[in-house]
T-cell receptor
Framework: AQKITQTQPGMFVQEKEAVTLDCTYD???????LFWYKQPSSGEMIFLIY??????QNATEGRYSLNFQKARKSANLVISASQLGDSAMYFC??????????FGSGTRLQVQP | GAVVSQHPSWVICKSGTSVKIECRSL??????MFWYRQFPKQSLMLMAT?????????EQGVEKDKFLINHASLTLSTLTVTSAHPEDSSFYIC???????????FGPGTRLTVL
């Protein structure tokens, strides 16, 4: 069985500062993918970043980077230079192959001016 | 990436009625679509996997006779909530898996309120 754990129900960060959202996972599969999604109040799921289990380098997408530590089974999201528009729910998710995603419980990020 | 639409975006219905939600993959032929449910302040939980041309696969605890899924074409999957009750009020969201493992596209979601 796959499991995703996000231990931070809520986080605050000052505008322009960096913030790390934690995610740990549990899977017995060797090949898998890790995703981060942002969900604003509108409900849409916005894809942020992806990390494959065999990728040797940490994924980066603009202000988003994924700190992937395979041995520790962690895939933390780092948002640099936070903006007010970053305030939202953030979900970490795990996927094997073409299966559905297994989501963590989410972290609500609030960016303060 | 694939564009996924859902209709309606929101619906209010009376208890006991049935509601149909459509999920369309606009520019990608999807043999598999996924249906999730999200209660307020909670995470997304997989309800079922919709397979084109065959029966859907339901997750444990999801009543297949209550949540009818039809995937009649490569671009359309429908979820029908039969005899809806207030506890079925939720945010229903579909997704389409891309050709490669690093993609999964979500529809905008449907907010269902059962009175």
């Amino acid at each position: 069985a796959q499991k995703i754990t996000q231990t931070q129900p809520g986080m605050f960060v000052q505008e322009k500062e960096a913030v790390t959202l934690d995610c740990t996972y549990d899977t017995s599969d060797q090949s898998y993918g890790l995703f981060w999604y942002k969900q604003p109040s509108s409900g849409e799921m916005i894809f942020l970043i992806y990390q494959g289990s065999y990728d040797e380098q940490n994924a980066t997408e603009g202000r988003y980077s994924l700190n992937f530590q395979k041995a520790r089974k962690s895939a933390n999201l780092v948002i640099s230079a936070s903006q007010l528009g970053d305030s939202a729910m953030y979900f970490c998710a795990l996927r094997k192959g073409r299966r559905a995603l297994t989501f963590g419980s989410g972290t609500r990020l609030q960016v303060q001016p | 990436g694939a564009v996924v639409s859902q209709h309606p975006s929101w619906v209010i219905c009376k208890s006991g009625t049935s509601v149909k939600i459509e999920c369309r993959s606009l520019d990608f032929q999807a043999t598999t679509m996924f249906w999730y449910r999200q209660f307020p302040k909670q995470s997304l939980m997989l309800m079922a996997t919709s397979n084109e041309g065959s029966k859907a696969t339901y997750e444990q605890g999801v009543e297949k006779d209550k949540f009818l899924i039809n995937h009649a074409s490569l671009t359309l999957s429908t979820l029908t909530v039969t005899s809806a009750h207030p506890e079925d009020s939720s945010f229903y969201i579909c997704s389409v898996g891309g050709k490669v493992a690093d993609t999964q596209y979500f529809g905008p979601g449907t907010r269902l309120t059962v009175l």
